[in-house]
């Protein structure tokens, strides 16, 4: 399948590493105009250095602000006020005791992981709608399905981003917009392999210690390994192109098997 973005222009959030650096990097791949950002300008530039050492010809615009705030939203909208393709990636993780989570990590979490998608598809989703094209693509996780028990918080935030999905769709029915989730398993970035060892033996060798984590913590993996982030990133660019047309309100799975149904 042949996916032609040339014409549009993406926002990718928390683009600097990880999943949202893959999903930039084939959505330029694809043709589109791509933004890339994240808090730490220095980490932006060596990912759109890295990006560009891939595709020379890729169109990029680099731009470090805090998505976590009002303000950061602001500044994003101020410099980029229209967009063809959203894709919100922007998000924390971590592990915690159920009970030891205070308020202000709550709210931390919510600020980060579901208000920052939120005020974006406010400042972006009316354009689209108006111009009768585009793509608003909300990365959550297995954990929004299956709650972990050591991330309660991280696991809430990804279960509102269903919903949240579900209902600006509902909003731009009709339009030729659509609004889609993105239920991605645990996937190998080097915050990931942090995690891991936050909860198997750091003695463990890294392939060793993957299967362990596998095997204690998503024993209903199905590939019984970490996703890689280019496989999340070839369904956000096919969710993104005009071939998707017909899938909105949806939330597409590349859970590695995760989760063993998802209520409607």
Known sequence: MHVDLATK?????????????????????AGASVVLTGRNAERLENAANRLTEQLPDANLTVLATDLATEEGAGTLRDNVPDADILVNNLGIFGARPPLEIADDEWRT???????????????YLPGMINRGWGRVLNISSESGIAIPAEMIHYGTTKTSLLAVSRGFAKEAAGT??????????????????????????????????????????????????LIEPEEVAHMVVYLSSPQASATTGAAARVDGGCVDSIIP
Request: proline share 3%; hydrophobic share 40%.
């Open 9 to 29: 222009t993406a926002v990718v959030t928390g683009s600097s590493t990880g999943i949202g650096l893959a999903i930039a990097t084939e959505l330029a791949r």
């Open 109 to 123: 979490y919510f600020e980060t992981n579901v208000l920052s998608a939120i005020r974006l598809i406010r400042t």
């Open 176 to 225: 030729g917009v659509t609004v889609n989730s993105v239920i991605v398993g645990p996937t190998h970035t080097g915050g990931v392999e942090d995690f891991v060892y936050e909860l198997v033996d750091r003695a463990l060798p890294w392939e060793q210690a993957q299967r362990e984590f596998m095997r204690l913590h998503r024993p209903n993996s199905l590939i019984q390994r």
